[in-house]
């Protein structure tokens, strides 16, 4: 080859080489730097929009959990659940005006599309939207089974359509509400209107044209989108993909739990670059893309760049190499041309000559060097261009990374980051001009710079830095007070996000904070919005009064004005015209000689008329007016006036003398329309606060500083037995069975500012105690002083009489549990009853089966009482105790019995006394003798008979009064007859379980004997019965074999009937053998791998499952109690009738097995031919067949067996079935350990 094409290629490659190896490392380094960025700028934008989404949702539940733990809304739920038809009734009204406005006005700010109340009935009792479709959503409600899981705590559902308001996709968060004592009253449901949540997902800044966010969840295999899509704008809660397929790979990952970035392809099959993670306190996927074409426009961009420099490298080697190749040719007086040309700085000139002497050396020589130089030339620019490209790459990224810090600076919310030691390493834009400081002034300090030490509410916040490194889970979401640079503090809601490193330390931390102080303080500002409505009333009227008293003043300076001077008068001109009121001057003849400015902007000016002309077109003076009253007494008057604009007026009238001293009378009109309104509403306020008062059944007092009485109710005055007049002004403590105690703590409610649950005990001037419970609390006056107590008491007289009830028949209950036998459980129940009676002796009579009614137990009764009451028998004798016993009450007693039939007398002297002598007889009068005064007889009762009776007696009266011996019969006997009753039924069973045992051994015996027998049985079945068939079978064969070529076909054929009889008769023998040791055979239960059992049956069965090409499919197999002979011989049965019944196809059988009630349920599927269900039972019965032997062999006891085997072991068989489809046999075995 000549030297000509070397130098060609060797220049081109010099030249392509270098800058197509340069060219690729370039474009491949700025690929994955662009792409780097974008996939972390579109991860930055996914954590903002999660931390937005979660903030708005972790709001609304806090909210949730203060509204239903709220007190009114937990009594706006009492109010409407009992007025849930009468929405007008006034403290539903009252509950609206104080509860919903706050109730609504928390929809406002969170956007919500309404808020229910639904009571215990699934009734909606309240909305906070006026157009709102009840029955489409209580519907919705029970479709989501909403309403029941509420009930257990707060409960979000699935996004839905609301196809009841403009299809608008809406959430239901909902939460249960209970009163103080945890009774369900009903849920409180928000209405989320997903347009708040969308608001977020649909602003696609920093996504470029093709970019947007999807939120999607998991739907059993498939993706639901959640959201419109871009592309597909009628995608939400419509548009399903599947899980595995090739489109939507991001948003798989998302829903799979998986977080993540990279290139793949969309719900389009578009090729995007997307970030995927998922949020698991909404059980959502979220995705950030763009499209790949766009995210790497810039790519395309350096491509052609780099493009065009190989294109313009290769065409510059090329002309070069061209040129160098002629300029050989040349002759050499050009070539000293050339060289001139070329120091003179031309360096395209051809230098090249075609001669191979010393002057074509030279010029090639010249050539070269010439072609050098301007190589290094060429390079030179082209490097130039080069580091021009580089230069703008770095450039675009820097461009890049200034936007994503201006998306975070820009943010509309405080965004920090703070390593493990606390030291701020991030503090973007809005936290620098929200908390004050700049950025020098906060990077690398402590970021409990913006903490204080305590909170407002007192919550000590010095560790809560170290608390959110140390456990970052349990702060992911916190809310807490923060303090700015100038000292104003600050409400946040914080959403704490880990940083790890590679070995899962926290390192730093990245929080975004949202302001809150206005929500915080909107409860504290309503709650202040009443106290200070009060407080402009007081401030009003004192205003009033103020404006009255200046009036006042006015008008005597106005009087004195008239003495004085013009230029005196034009002062009091100038006052008058200021006034906040009406002056006017009147002449006798009902002109109006003067007006001021209040009176000419109120009604007019007078244009020289009448007053009642032109105020009211009158043609004569008003009846009612008192003004000219002036002129006849020469004295001041007041009256009060409406005038033509509606408003009511004070009128004060003066005489008045003009200049020249001509009466005129001076009349001043003061507007006292708001007050009389404010008077009037102060004055209702003050009658319902009354009311009120007077309405509580609690007594309620007011006391003074030093212990006066100063106001009581009602309630109070019945309590004590004092009316009023008596109570108010007398010592507090006076009423009280210690008043020292009383004393005490209204001076420790003035101490500490209130009293809670202070018991004490109130003396009615006739003698009655009350147990009460005081609750009392300080008030003040409008300058904030102490000025008394206000103190309600609680009458728990009930309350303790139902606590020592409930003590007693608990103690009663406990002595059942606690004792073995009737007679502790008796004397220790006397003891009960004595004590909590009060009385002196109590005792237990039990009725024995002689008729016998003696003291089972006793307390207190003297010895020679209890030797004589001992003897009393039912048909022997009468009395009290016998009647109640008997239940055959005389007349006398009527009066003194309940309706239980109880006896019980607080006055026996009484009582005999009232008797006349022949009712006498009917009463032994032991319990007189003895002395007793009070006297109680209550029947024990189990059910209607009645076993004994319980005798209360003592020496005082008045000692059994009717509540008690009422609760006592109602309550306390039928749980000692209850015991009684138990206790004697467990004797009797003690005397049927001996002689059981002794028939169950007796039994055992004989069942061992039949046992041994029917063994025998077997034995001679299965030798001396067999043998016969045997030696039959056995000759008719030889004979076959012998006289098989001279036998004709029917004698063949009964031959061949004869051995097929006596084959069928030793499986007859063999299946009844079977059959007989299921029955008879104790079962050796072990533990018995079901899987292992059903290989031993498969491996009998192996040749039938090879020829009818059967499919046997297992399932898992539990391990069970049972003799595992039993188990395989129960598997072998099962699978065998399924190959044996097969239909055309090819035998499927299925073995599986589940745990349900106790039981392991066994299934045998196949798909054979089936049977009809009404023969389900039938096919279990020994020796029934349902079809011909020829078609289908056996001896009818394979079934047979199995059932026995089955219920032997304490379980059940059954066959589901349909012809045609196949057949599953179940079976129950129990689980180890149940009997």
């Not at 070539?335 to 002057?359: F, Y």
């Not at 008192?626 to 020469?634: A, E, H, Q, S």
């Not at 009527?894 to 007889?921: E, H, M, W």
């Amino acid at each position: 080859m000549s030297i000509r094409p070397k130098l060609t290629i060797t220049f081109l490659l010099l030249a392509l080489i270098p800058t197509l190896i340069v060219g690729l490392i370039t474009f491949k380094n700025y690929r994955k730097t662009l792409q780097e960025s974008k996939l972390h700028h579109l991860q930055d934008i996914l954590d903002i929009k999660i931390i937005k989404i979660e903030n708005y949702i972790s709001n609304l539940k806090t909210n949730m959990e203060i509204a239903r733990a709220t007190y009114a809304v937990q009594k706006a739920f009492m109010l409407l659940n009992d007025s849930v038809y009468d929405q007008n009734r006034p403290e539903i009204l009252n509950a609206k005006e104080t509860v919903f406005d706050r109730i609504e006005n928390l929809q406002k700010v969170f956007e919500l599309q309404d808020i229910l109340f639904i009571n215990p009935k699934g009734e909606i009792i309240y909305s906070s939207s006026l157009n709102f479709y009840k029955d489409y959503l209580i519907d919705n409600l029970l479709d989501k089974n909403i309403y029941q899981l509420a009930r257990d705590g707060i409960y979000l559902s699935d996004i839905y359509f609301d196809t009841a308001d403009e299809k608008k996709s809406e959430m239901l968060l909902a939460a249960s509400v209970n009163d103080f004592y945890h009774n369900f009253l009903g849920i409180i449901v928000f209405e989320i209107n997903m347009n708040v949540v969308y608001k977020h997902i649909e602003d696609a800044t920093g996504l470029g044209k093709t970019g947007e966010l999807v939120l999607g969840k998991r739907i059993d295999d498939d993706v639901l989108y959640l959201n419109s899509l871009k592309y597909d704008p009628n995608s939400a809660l419509k548009k399903k993909i599947k899980i595995g397929g090739k489109d939507g790979i991001p948003i798989q990952n998302a829903v799979l739990h998986k977080t993540g970035y990279g290139i793949d392809y969309d719900y389009r099959g578009q090729e995007v670059l997307a970030a995927w993670k998922y949020i698991p306190s909404l059980s959502w996927g979220i995705v950030a893309k763009i499209d790949t074409d766009e995210a790497l426009a810039e790519i395309a961009n350096l491509q052609k760049y780099l493009f065009i420099i190989i294109a313009s490298v290769f065409g510059t080697g090329a002309f070069i190499s061209v040129s160098f190749a002629h300029s050989i040719t040349k002759p050499i007086h050009r070539l000293l041309k050339g060289v001139q040309s070329v120091g003179a700085g031309n360096l395209d000139i051809n230098l090249s000559s075609s001669l191979n002497d010393e002057i074509g050396d030279l010029s090639r020589a010249f050539e070269k060097m010439t072609r050098n130089l301007k190589i290094t030339t060429a390079s030179r620019d082209e490097l130039n261009k080069e580091i021009f490209e580089r230069k703008r790459v770095e450039e675009t990224l820097r461009r890049s990374e200034l936007r994503y810090r201006e998306l975070v600076q820009n943010a509309n919310s405080a965004i920090i980051r703070w390593n493990h030691n606390g030291a701020v390493t991030f503090f973007n834009e809005y936290a620098q001009n929200f908390f004050g400081y700049k950025l020098d002034e906060i990077l690398g300090k402590s970021v409990t710079i913006l903490l204080p030490k305590l909170e407002s509410t007192g919550v000590d916040l010095s560790s809560l830095v170290n608390d959110i490194v140390e456990n970052p889970q349990k702060f992911a979401a916190n809310v807490n007070e923060n303090i700015c640079k100038d000292r104003r503090r600050v409400w946040m809601a914080w959403t704490n996000k880990p940083v790890f490193d590679e070995n899962g330390k926290v390192v730093e931390i990245f929080a975004v904070g949202t302001d809150i102080t206005d929500r915080k303080k909107a409860e504290i500002e309503l709650k202040q919005a009443h106290d200070e409505l009060e407080q402009r009333v007081k401030e009003r009227t004192i205003d009033l009064d103020q404006t009255i008293d200046a009036l006042q003043k006015e008008i005597e300076l106005r009087t004195k004005a008239e003495k004085t001077i013009d230029a005196e008068r034009q002062r009091l001109n100038d006052v008058l015209e200021m006034l906040p009121a009406y002056a006017i001057l009147l002449t006798p003849d009902y002109n109006v000689a003067y007006s001021n400015k209040f009176f000419q902007q109120r009604f007019g000016k007078h244009s020289n008329k009448k007053c009642y002309e032109f105020l009211f077109n009158r043609t004569g003076p008003c009846e009612n007016c008192k003004t000219f009253d002036v002129l006849k007494t020469n004295q001041p008057q007041f009256w009060e006036w409406v005038g033509p604009d509606g408003k009511n007026y004070d009128i004060y009238d003066y005489p008045f003398k003009d200049s020249d001293g001509s009466p005129l009378i001076m009349e001043i009109g003061v507007d006292v329309t708001s007050h009389k309104q404010l008077q009037k509403t102060l004055n209702s306020s003050s009658l319902y606060a009354r009311g009120l008062i007077e309405a509580s059944v609690d007594p309620l007092v007011t006391i003074s500083l030093n212990g006066k009485i100063t106001d009581v109710n009602k309630a109070t005055e019945d309590v004590t037995g004092f009316p009023r007049q008596i109570l108010v002004g007398s010592d507090f403590s006076d009423y009280f069975t210690e008043p020292q105690k009383a004393k005490q703590g209204y001076e420790k409610a003035l101490s500490e500012g209130q009293l809670r649950d202070y018991p004490l005990r109130v003396r009615h001037k006739s003698g009655k105690i009350t147990d009460v419970i005081y609750n009392a609390s300080v008030y003040q006056n409008e300058a904030g002083q102490v000025q008394g107590v206000f103190a309600a008491a609680r009458d728990i007289t009930k309350t303790k009489a139902a606590e020592e009830k409930q003590n007693f028949t608990n103690a009663l209950l406990e002595l059942f549990a606690r004792k073995a036998d009737r007679k502790a459980y008796l004397d220790s129940s006397v003891q009960v009853i004595d004590k909590w009676s009060g009385c002196e002796c109590a005792g237990i009579r039990i009725s024995d089966n002689k008729g016998n009614i003696p003291y089972e137990s006793y307390i207190g009764f003297d010895k020679k009482f209890l030797d004589l009451e001992n003897s009393l028998h039912i048909s022997s004798h009468d009395c009290i105790c016998v009647r109640t016993i008997m239940q055959n009450p005389i007349q006398t007693e009527k009066k003194y019995r309940t309706d239980g039939n109880s006896f019980f007398c607080n006055d026996i002297s009484a009582f005999v006394k009232d008797l006349q002598p022949n009712q006498k007889n009917s009463y032994r009068g032991s319990c007189i003798k003895w002395g007793f005064q009070s006297l109680a007889v209550i029947p024990i009762r189990y059910r209607s008979e009645v076993l004994g009776a319980i005798h209360i007696a003592d020496f005082k009266k008045d000692m059994v009064p009717a509540d008690k011996v009422q609760f006592i019969e109602t309550t306390i006997a039928p749980l000692i007859g209850e015991a009684i009753h138990r206790f004697n039924a467990e004797a009797e069973l003690d005397t049927y379980r001996k002689n059981l045992e002794e028939m169950v051994a007796k039994r055992t015996q004989e069942l061992e004997r039949s046992n041994k027998d029917l063994e025998q049985f077997a034995y001679v079945a299965s030798h001396d019965l067999q043998e016969p068939l045997r030696a039959v079978a056995g000759f008719i064969e030889i004979l076959k074999i012998k006289l098989g070529r001279t036998l004709d076909s029917d004698n063949l054929k009964y031959m061949n009937f004869t051995i097929d009889g006596v084959m069928r008769m030793q499986a007859l023998i063999q299946g009844l053998l079977k059959y007989s040791r299921a029955a008879i055979q104790t079962a050796q239960s072990q533990s018995v791998d079901a899987g292992k059992a059903l290989n031993s049956a498969l491996a009998y069965l192996e040749r039938s499952i090879a020829e009818s090409e059967a499919q046997i499919s297992i399932g898992d197999l539990p391990t069970v109690s049972i003799d595992e002979s039993q188990l395989i011989q129960l598997f072998q049965n099962l699978i065998g009738n399924a190959l044996k019944f097969k239909s055309d196809k090819k035998p499927h059988i299925s073995i599986n097995a589940e745990k349900k009630d106790g039981y392991w349920r066994f299934a045998v599927s196949d798909n054979g031919i089936g049977i009809e269900q009404e023969y389900a039972e039938r096919i279990f019965l020994i020796f029934q067949r349902l079809h011909s032997r020829d078609k289908y062999p056996g001896t009818g006891i394979g079934l047979s067996i199995c059932k026995k085997i089955v219920e032997r072991n304490g379980g059940r068989i059954w066959v589901e079935s349909q012809p045609g489809h196949g057949s599953t046999f179940y079976f129950t075995l129990p689980e180890i350990g149940v009997n």
